[in-house]
């Protein structure tokens, strides 16, 4: 079983807490390229928003550097799970024998597919909501940029979140629900500056945290984190190679610029109510999920 494969004796709950410092210093050095353009892009207006600087950036030039963090911080992740808590990165990926990649494929194109479906038909239901961006150059280079680099952003928060972070908690609490809800929380907290919390207000703090639920339930369902990296990876590219607007994370050349005021209680109905639901009875009927309330609750 997934979180069963933490040995408390070898690896006690200070050691994830040193590893996720550790991480947090190698994401920082990772910056230093972000925080160097900033500077050169030109002396700041005292009580300037760094993001306002970022923003006067080229939109790809912005993606890359918010992306490179991720790099180094995987590097990081990877020496914290080899040299501190000497594991292997097969034990905080699956239960599994070897990681499963047709299920990280399938996941990833089946909400892909849910993506693109509900963009375009969003488009062509209310194209008064969009502005037409597409650039065959600018796009060519954001596509390279994002395939390459939001994939390795993607699976650093599952391996954090879903992979490290819950087998550290579940050794320390002896039990399911516990590292469920608190790195569902974490994951969730962790979005708070996001530009997307100014513009909706703290009520989309409900979808993070409710992602962060969703994505820990694929994970102790199926135990392993593969069908949550397919998921999260569809789920941030296709967005940022589709479309974008003025107030979210990532500015990018994206085919579609969304100008239509936000509506907070529609997203939160349809994904969590609606789609994630779905998502996963989809999942459970094909990998023959049994015993939800004891792969999600019991102890260990």
């Known amino acids: 079983m997934f979180l069963e494969q933490v040995d408390i004796n070898r690896n006690p709950f200070w050691k994830y807490l040193l590893g996720s410092f550790v991480i947090i210093i190698f994401s920082a050095i990772g ?3 972000l925080t160097y353009a900033l500077v050169e892009s030109g002396p700041a207006i005292p009580g300037t928003n760094p993001m306002d600087m970022l923003r006067n ?4 030039l912005q993606l890359f550097l918010l992306l490179i963090p991720f790099i180094v911080g995987l590097l990081g992740f ?24 047709s299920r990280v494929f399938y996941s990833f194109i089946l909400w892909g597919s849910v993506s693109v479906v509900l963009i375009v ?3 062509f239901i209310s194209p008064d909501s969009y502005e037409w961006n597409f650039n065959f150059k600018s796009f060519a280079v954001l596509f390279i940029i994002a395939v390459a680099l939001i994939p390795i952003q993607t699976s650093l928060e599952e ?26 929380i974490i994951f969730g907290c962790l979005h708070l ?22 994505l820990g339930i694929l994970t102790l369902m199926d135990d392993g984190i593969e069908l ?20 979210t994370a990532f500015q990018t050349e994206s085919i579609l610029i969304d100008i239509s005021e936000p509506s907070l209680g529609l997203e939160l109905v349809v994904s969590l109510v609606i789609l ?25």
Do not use: C
Request: overall charge positive.
């Open 78 to 101: 990877w020496l914290v799970i080899k040299k501190l808590n000497e594991r292997t990165l097969l034990s905080v990926t699956t239960s599994r024998s070897k990681i499963d990649w």
């Open 57 to 60: 950036l080229d939109k790809n």
């Open 121 to 123: 038909g969003d488009y």
């Open 31 to 33: 910056q230093l390229p």
């Open 228 to 247: 949550a990296l397919g998921f999260h990876a569809a789920n941030n590219l296709f967005t940022a190679l589709l479309v974008t607007s003025s107030w």
């Open 193 to 214: 500056f996001n530009p997307e919390v100014e513009k909706l207000g703290y009520g989309i703090m409900v979808y993070y945290i409710g992602t962060g639920l969703f």
């Open 276 to 300: 994630y639901p779905i998502f996963l009875f989809i999942m459970s009927k094909k990998y023959g999920w049994s015993q939800w309330i004891a792969k999600l609750t019991s102890k260990i």
């Open 159 to 184: 391996y954090i979140f879903r992979g490290y972070l819950m087998q550290g908690f579940a050794g320390m609490f002896k039990n399911r629900w516990a590292p469920l809800l608190v790195t569902s």
